[in-house]
């Protein structure tokens, strides 16, 4: 029980804090700093999420359209918050990776743009008044149900880079550092 407190990102932190005289650790606000050279597609497909939450919860007060049994709002406010945090949290986590700038770069550009494009094309099948996925009823239905599946991909290819680049990485927040642990021990057993 003990070991699993100690492991704790927030514990830990806790702790950097007090050694720290009440100051934030080192590596925080040296994420923080490096925050401002993240990819910019990044940062701004994390601004765009949280920007798409207006219309999609004014749609979700306003508009009494149901598709697929629930509110036609309802996937484009889930995907704006999703996506909100994940480009959030990836940018933050590039700004760990040393060297490899080109493939920052573009991990962050790939990323960001094929979510703002994901949202998009969420967005345009509700303002159709039809389901975003798995919807292959129309050409144009089947078209964008394949972008979709692109641009997603385009994200998977980009998170395994990302994962890569952590990966073999030193020196870590000892957060991070314990968790590509069993990374490494599923990567070694194969």
């Not at 994940?86 to 573009?106: D, I, K, P």
């Amino acid at each position: 029980m003990f070991t699993l407190l100690a492991r704790d990102p927030a514990l830990i932190y806790v702790q950097s804090r007090q050694r720290n005289g009440g100051r934030p650790p080192r590596w925080t606000a040296a994420a923080i700093s490096r925050l401002r050279v993240s990819p910019r597609p990044l940062l701004a497909a994390a601004v765009v999420g949280v920007g798409a939450l207006v219309p999609a919860f004014v749609g979700l007060v306003r508009d009494g359209q149901v598709i697929a049994g629930a509110p036609a709002w309802l996937k484009p406010a889930k995907f704006a918050i999703s996506i909100a945090i994940y480009c959030a949290t990836l940018s933050w986590l590039l700004t760990l990776v040393r060297g490899h700038r080109r493939v920052v770069q573009t991990v962050g550009w790939l990323t960001g743009v094929a979510l703002i494009a994901e949202l998009a094309l969420i967005d345009i099948q509700v303002l159709r008044g039809t389901t975003s996925h798995f919807n292959t009823s129309t050409p144009t239905d089947a078209l964008i149900l394949a972008a979709m599946g692109a641009l997603v991909a385009l994200v998977l290819v980009a998170a395994l880079a990302t994962a890569g680049l952590l990966i073999r990485q030193r020196g870590l927040p000892h957060p991070l550092a314990t968790a590509s642990g069993p990374v490494w021990s599923c990567r070694s057993s194969a």
